[in-house]
């Protein structure tokens, strides 16, 4: 039924510009190789999980480095992982217990809380120690390459956009349904068994619950793309633990101008944080950046976007420019993005990419 509904994501598999940024994706996607995940659970590290911080930390580095050669041998070819045993404590084990430790002092993104979530505190997100869903379903609506999509919806949100389409679920942490890592875990093996080509963390923000995901990733036994879709205001931290477990970081990179930022999502120091992000990811694995276009924001944010991502991560990267901005939530209070993109505005942010010299744009 999706092929007929989104007959490009049926062409995209022929689309030589979308193998060529997302090709390690498409062969996960079409179970040619494991996803980071199972790679990263095949990855032992020497260290006991009860030692200090400082030691857990030195073991996670060690572990991403021999990582980095497992993933290179089993892209090759000359290393099978059903062969291999699954070590005694493994690179995602550890991941999992350093981000039940953040969770005690809350920086799973760069406002930094430092909150005890584990004892009832919470931080600007409002997200518990639990985390809570509003829904999880096929997804049809996302780049071609992505659907369908089986995507599982956080409540709650590190940002505080005035014009969230989705603030019903972003602003709302204590709504949805409590859901464990368990759960979770089974739910993404039987909807790869139905055809899901990827498992897809959005939210509201899949960064609160970061700690969750990593654990469902280490008990899901399905071979499954894993895609964090994300406004990318993830603490280093958080970069750090993310890394060697996704096969697309689906980004979100809005706005060109801190100022910007500040007035309509509350959000500090955006630029450099999210820019750094984007350079850590583009490093770790592959990248579809997502750019809304909003009305009277085309020099300063949308310009200033593309050219930062033409000049620091190459004409081939895949770009997203997205012309469904509508005014949602409390944009009424905001005059000058009270109203939809014009077709005009639209044309010009084409034209934007195209001076940027980007090459690999979906529209
Ligand atoms: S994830 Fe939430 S509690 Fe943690 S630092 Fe960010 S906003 Fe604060």
């Not at 897809?200 to 619950?209: D, I, K």
């Not at 579809?288 to 200033?304: D, G, K, S, Y």
């Amino acid at each position: 039924m999706w092929r007929v509904l989104r007959p490009d994501a049926v062409a995209v598999l022929r689309d030589e510009r979308a193998r060529r940024s997302l090709g390690r994706y498409f062969a996960v996607m079409e179970d040619k190789l494991p996803a980071r995940f199972q790679v990263c659970k095949q990855v032992e590290v020497d260290v006991d999980l009860s030692a200090g911080d400082d030691e857990l930390w030195r073991a996670h580095e060690r572990g991403l480095r021999e990582l980095r050669r497992l993933l290179g041998r089993v892209d090759e070819g000359k290393v099978s992982l059903p062969e291999r045993e699954r070590p005694r404590t493994s690179l995602l084990d550890l991941k999992v217990e350093l981000a039940r430790r953040i969770l005690r002092s809350c920086h799973f993104c760069e406002r930094r809380c430092g909150v005890d979530r584990t004892a009832g505190e919470r931080g600007v997100c409002g997200v518990g120690e639990r985390s809570r869903i509003a829904s999880e379903f096929i997804h049809m609506g996302e780049e071609p390459e992505l659907v369908p999509s089986y995507t599982i919806f956080f409540n709650g949100c590190t940002f505080k956009c005035c014009f969230c389409q989705n603030w019903d679920i972003s602003q709302y942490p204590a709504e949805g349904v409590e859901v464990s890592p368990q759960t979770l875990a089974r739910l993404v093996e039987g909807q790869r068994r139905d055809g899901a080509r990827n498992v897809n963390w959005v939210g509201g923000s899949p960064t609160p619950n970061l700690h969750t995901i990593l654990e469902a990733l280490n008990l899901c036994e399905a071979n499954i793309p894993s895609v964090w879709n994300s406004n990318f205001y993830m603490s280093l931290e958080a970069m750090k633990l993310l890394s060697g477990t996704q096969d697309i970081y689906l980004t979100d990179f809005k706005y060109g101008d801190d100022r910007c930022a500040l007035k309509y999502s509350k959000v500090q120091n955006y630029f450099e944080v999210v820019a750094r992000n984007h350079r850590l990811a583009f490093a770790d694995s592959e990248l579809i950046i997502r750019h809304l276009v909003m009305p009277n924001h085309l020099e300063c944010c949308t310009r200033a976007v593309l050219e930062w991502i033409a000049e620091n991560l190459g004409p081939m990267v895949r770009v997203n420019l997205m012309d469904q901005y509508r005014p949602e939530y409390r944009a009424h209070e905001f005059p000058e993005l009270n109203r939809r993109l014009t077709s005009d505005e639209f044309n010009r942010a084409i034209e934007m990419a195209r001076d940027a010299g980007l090459e690999n744009v979906i529209t």
